[in-house]
């Protein structure tokens, strides 16, 4: 079954590791694999009890202590990862990799620990406040794009696009300009954003986790962002690709150039804890400062949770999980989600929510689909995702979706991943992000 991974067919591993356990439930091997393809998948909670598992039938199988301290690490659980560490290395005290990954979680614990030692209560100082904007100065060799009169026009947008498509950087006072912008548009913006469509269409966007090229390919398959050409990106612009502050910026971008028809809304990773670990922290620090992280951080938290639209369709991120209809699936209700965080919920979920709102259905992200798309609970509860290819090795399809006033029935349009340059996906993660799935 190992050609399952080579050929990125994470689905069908799990699905046939499954089998081969219904014939063999006390072969640690068997766990710890299908522990690996949930990994892949980002199934952080199951892959941690199977992981679990192989260590009841087999204590002394040392892979399933790398697969169980990978799933806490990315639940994480730190200590948990720690102590699974440590114990490989105890064992196999000549392991480089395990050393190196042993090491590296120690850096974050002891990190931890100490940011705890010295938080405080007093009222952190907001960092447009802080900033002077108008001080910074552009050099005379600086021919990039820049703000007309402090304005952000389609023509800004055009060149900006342009120039991070040749791996160009916008000069600081731009970049600081489009955030501090943003943060006094969104600031204004409620938790729940309520728009009405009527004969146009509206375009939502899922995940693109900073994969820059493929949201240009977005735009070049479906017309760039304008009054007559509004977009919804449904969360989770940042982490993981290395082109995250490009897709930040370029997002923010149009956000202020059409306030009322460019719409994003937050999703699990415009939050500090993930990205200080899947890679926006360390780019941001990379390309520009610490202190410009702390403002993207600060006008996150101003992000709208979710949209409603024509009082019939609600968008949102979501860290919850449908329950598919096939036959492992069938339960109603709620139960704890694969990913080992929040729940999942089954079609009478879905079905009472809608009721009592009065909604038709509704449309969420935040789960890599190998078509761009999935239509669950008999077409209540659907899932986008655009982040094509995803990490450069999940080889799925990236989707959007239009629906249109007239009836909000939703259209899918699919496309696939385009060449980028050659910067890995993670490429400024955590460390022991970067070593990898063992």
């Known amino acids: 079954m190992s050609y399952f991974f080579s050929d990125k067919d994470y689905e069908n591993a799990i699905k046939y590791y499954t089998e081969a356990l219904d014939l063999n439930p006390q072969n640690a091997i068997y766990y710890s694999n299908r522990s690996l ?19 009841e ?9 790398y697969r169980r301290a ?30 190196m990954k042993y090491q590296e979680c120690n850096k974050i614990v002891k990190q931890k620990a100490f940011e705890r030692a010295i938080a405080s209560d007093e ?8 900033l002077d904007i108008e001080s910074m100065t552009i050099e005379d060799d600086y021919v990039g794009p820049k703000l007309e009169d402090g304005k952000v026009t389609v023509q800004f947008m055009k060149d900006l696009m342009d120039w991070f498509k040749d791996q160009k950087k916008l000069h600081r006072k731009c970049a600081y300009q489009v955030i501090g912008f943003a943060h ?38 479906n017309g760039l962002p304008s009054e007559t050409n509004p977009y919804l990106f449904n969360g989770d612009f940042v982490d993981r690709g290395s082109f995250s502050v490009e897709v ?70 979501m860290e919850s999980w449908p329950l598919k209809q096939k036959p492992e699936f069938l339960r109603n209700g709620r139960s704890i989600s694969k990913r080992g965080v929040s729940c999942q919920f089954g079609p009478d979920v879905t079905e009472r929510f809608l ?39 999940m080889g799925n399809k990236g989707a959007y979706i239009h629906l249109r006033g007239s009836d909000l029935k939703p259209e899918f349009h699919q496309f696939t991943a385009v ?6 996906p993670m490429a400024y993660a955590n460390t022991l992000m970067q070593l990898g799935m063992m």
């Open 37 to 55: 393809a949930y990994l892949r998948t980002e199934c952080y909670g199951y892959a941690l009890a199977d992981a679990t598992k192989a260590l």
């Open 57 to 65: 039938v087999d204590k002394n199988y040392i892979k399933g202590y």
């Open 70 to 99: 990978t799933s806490n690490m990315a639940l994480g659980k730190f200590k948990a990862a720690l102590k699974d560490y440590e114990t490989v290395v105890k064992v196999r005290p000549n392991d480089k990799d395990a050393r």
């Open 123 to 130: 009222k952190k100082k907001s960092v447009v406040d802080s």
């Open 184 to 221: 006094v548009v969104l600031h204004a913006s409620p938790c729940l954003l309520l728009i009405f469509i009527f004969t146009e269409k509206i375009t939502v966007c899922g995940d693109t986790h900073g994969q820059f090229y493929d949201l240009l390919n977005i735009f070049e398959l």
């Open 248 to 317: 930040i910026l370029t997002l923010f971008g149009f956000k202020l150039l059409y306030p009322d028809n460019f719409h994003l809304l937050r999703g699990n990773h415009e939050t500090d804890n993930m990205n200080q670990m899947y890679g926006f922290e360390g780019e941001v620090k990379a390309k520009y400062t610490a202190q410009m992280f702390q403002l993207f951080s600060e006008v996150f938290q101003w992000l709208p949770l979710a949209q409603c639209i024509n009082n019939k369709v609600l968008v949102r991120f």
């Open 355 to 393: 009721e009592q709102n009065k909604l038709d259905y509704i449309v969420r992200s935040h789960e890599v689909k190998a078509e761009g798309y999935e239509v669950t609970h008999s077409g209540k509860c659907i899932t986008v995702f655009s982040a094509p290819n995803y990490c450069d090795q």
């Open 419 to 424: 060449p980028h340059p050659d910067v890995k």
